[in-house]
């Protein structure tokens, strides 16, 4: 069993997260990879107000007894969720862990961890996490660029990342964007992380809640099929590549400013997308890793074979890989 800092720190058996996705992250995925010993999240403004959500909390818990968490993603809008409702929702349902992920957290952080619930935050970047660190979280997920959804704007990749934040941070971390299997979790504990997010990986699952031609779409694609967009308006994101990603760059490489692309870019077409199945309807997440990911298993089985898997990769590399001290290689 590979125990880390995360999995004491979070009471879960593999250091394996599963992503707190828009559209994705609800109770049925969330508690399947809870019983497997990772930890699953549910996605607070996938919910449509704060009483669902604790009515989504209250599913988990029936099919879970083990530890579950609630992401809370924060973002800058004209109208924004009433954000301190849906985390008053999560103190009252006794979640004890929260993932925070976009603007600022600490207001969040402070009233979280007045109720003992375990804060983890989501960065891109070392900076951020190391701010992250002094307002009090406990744990970060530090992504690199080849994840889903917004990578941030330094273009740095987990391979360098990863130890990078290994050599700045105190608390434990767990590295997300570009893991599907165990070779990936035995790479990340090999370069200092405490563990593994998986998003796209866990999108193709069985009790994934996304259209089954969209699961095969991820199946199908390689590496090359996902498309940067907004680079131009300084809010980088990660998409599928089709036909309204490929118009969304074209417009803004011409010139044009986000009004122009706004109604291609809208949430709902995303959302209809998972519901419904046409891959070419709206902008949807997903990452390089897709490139990686021939299967759509039950979301256990990813747990149970990824952590099986990293474990015998880790365990043949220190009987297979033999040092020779210097002197010894001299003669």
């Given at each position: 069993m590979l125990k880390t800092r995360f999995t004491e720190e979070f009471g879960v058996e593999h250091p394996i997260v599963?992503?707190?996705?828009?559209?994705?992250?609800?109770?049925?995925?969330?508690a399947a990879v809870s019983n497997a010993g990772g930890l699953g999240v549910i996605t607070a403004l996938t919910q449509p107000t704060p009483d669902a959500l604790a009515q989504e909390i209250e599913r988990c818990k029936a099919m879970t007894d083990k530890p579950f968490g609630v992401n809370l993603t924060l973002t800058l809008s004209i109208n924004p969720p009433p954000?301190?409702?849906?985390?008053q929702v999560i103190i009252e349902s006794g979640v004890k862990i929260v993932e925070t992920a976009g603007s600022d957290p600490t207001v969040h952080v402070e009233h979280l961890k007045e109720h003992g619930i375990k804060v983890i935050?989501?960065?891109?970047?070392?900076?951020?996490?190391?701010?992250?660190?002094?307002?009090?979280?406990?744990?970060?997920?530090?992504?690199?660029?080849e994840c889903a959804g917004h990578p941030g704007e330094d273009d740095v990749p987990g391979l360098v990342l990863i130890p990078a934040a290994a050599d700045a941070l105190t608390i434990p971390f767990i590295a997300s964007g570009g893991f599907a299997d165990g070779r990936g979790l035995a790479a990340a504990l090999a370069l200092g992380a405490d563990g593994i997010n998986m998003g796209t990986r866990f999108m193709c699952t069985q009790e994934s809640p996304i259209h089954e031609n969209i699961k095969n779409q991820i199946v199908g694609a390689s590496e090359l099929d996902t498309q940067l967009i907004f680079r131009q308006l300084r809010n980088t994101m990660r998409a599928s590549r089709?036909?309204?990603?490929?118009?969304?760059?074209?417009?803004?490489?011409?010139?044009?400013?986000?009004?122009?692309?706004?109604?291609?870019?809208?949430?709902?077409?995303?959302?209809?997308v998972y519901e419904e199945g046409d891959p070419e309807f709206g902008i949807w997440t997903v990452g390089v890793v897709q490139g990686l990911i021939r299967d759509i298993p039950a979301a256990g089985e990813v747990v149970r074979r990824t952590a099986a898997d990293a474990e015998a990769r880790l365990l043949g590399l220190s009987r297979d890989v033999v040092l020779v001290p210097a002197a010894s290689a001299a003669i």
């Open positions: 599963q992503g707190g996705m828009m559209w994705v992250g609800r109770a049925e995925l969330a954000y301190a409702e849906f985390r935050h989501k960065c891109t970047s070392v900076r951020h996490a190391l701010k992250a660190e002094r307002i009090g979280v406990d744990a970060v997920s530090i992504d690199g660029f089709n036909s309204v990603s490929e118009e969304v760059v074209d417009i803004l490489n011409k010139g044009g400013r986000f009004k122009e692309v706004k109604d291609l870019v809208a949430g709902t077409r995303g959302r209809k």
